[in-house]
């Protein structure tokens, strides 16, 4: 009998210090779960974090002192082009700012604020709304181009030069159902590194009629008065 005795109180014993070893482990005074790793000694559990996204999506983020943006024509005549500037989109089908022909938006060189956005048919539309807009953008304004469907029926060369006059490299050589992408500005003294132009091939067009859609990003120089 005595003997059964201390087994009994040796299992009791042993009972109490198992929970006492337990509430230890995984409960510290504010009652936190310590994950079965860290109990184990693998090292205590970091939060998981996603990396930073970049503006406008875009694969590289862009120093300080300049823009981020992205750019992409339409898709043949059913998707509409898009544009997005330091993480705003500011023209898109979903924003009803889009159509056939050359879509254009300003942008402030200096402190980035949107300016004004446009369409101009260049299918079967007036031409001379686009010399006369072409002609009123202010020194040290960013001009952002997308093509859609038709870009170029009705340019004439005065259109054409004062698109080359911007930094386009391309403007001249734009034909009918091309696709072009650019990004320029008024006074600029060279060529603009940002311009893609893919010409309406049948033996290369992705769609039938229309070559694929382009996408351009990349970072713009703020203007410093």
């Not at 201390?6 to 509430?23: D, E, H, K, P, Y």
């Not at 072409?134 to 469907?149: C, E, H, P, R």
């Amino acid at each position: 009998m005595r003997l059964t005795g201390l087994i009994r109180i040796a299992t009791v014993m042993f009972s109490l210090g198992t929970a006492w070893l337990f509430v230890q482990t995984y409960f510290n005074t504010g009652w936190k779960v310590v994950s079965l790793r860290s109990w184990l000694g693998a090292g205590p559990d970091l939060p998981k974090t996603q990396p930073p996204r970049n503006k406008c999506g875009n694969q590289k983020s862009c120093p300080e002192n300049s823009f981020a943006f992205k750019v992409m024509s339409g898709a043949a005549n059913v998707v509409g082009p898009s544009m997005c500037f330091e993480n705003t989109i500011i023209m898109s089908g979903v924003k009803s700012n889009v159509g056939r022909g050359l879509n254009i938006a300003l942008v402030n060189g200096t402190n980035g604020q949107l300016m004004k956005t446009d369409v101009f048919d260049m299918y079967s539309g007036d031409i001379n709304l686009l010399l006369d807009f072409l002609k009123a953008i202010q020194s040290g304004t960013i001009v952002i181009v997308a093509s859609y469907d038709d870009p170029a029926t009705k340019l004439n060369d005065e259109a054409r030069t004062l698109l080359t006059n911007l930094g386009s490299s391309h403007a001249s050589k734009l034909a009918f159902r091309d696709n072009w992408t650019f990004v320029g500005a008024k006074g600029l003294k060279d060529k603009s590194p940002y311009e893609q132009h893919l010409k309406n091939e049948a033996a290369k067009n992705k769609y039938d009629g229309w070559p694929e859609v382009l996408e351009m990003e990349g970072c713009l120089p703020k203007k410093m008065d």
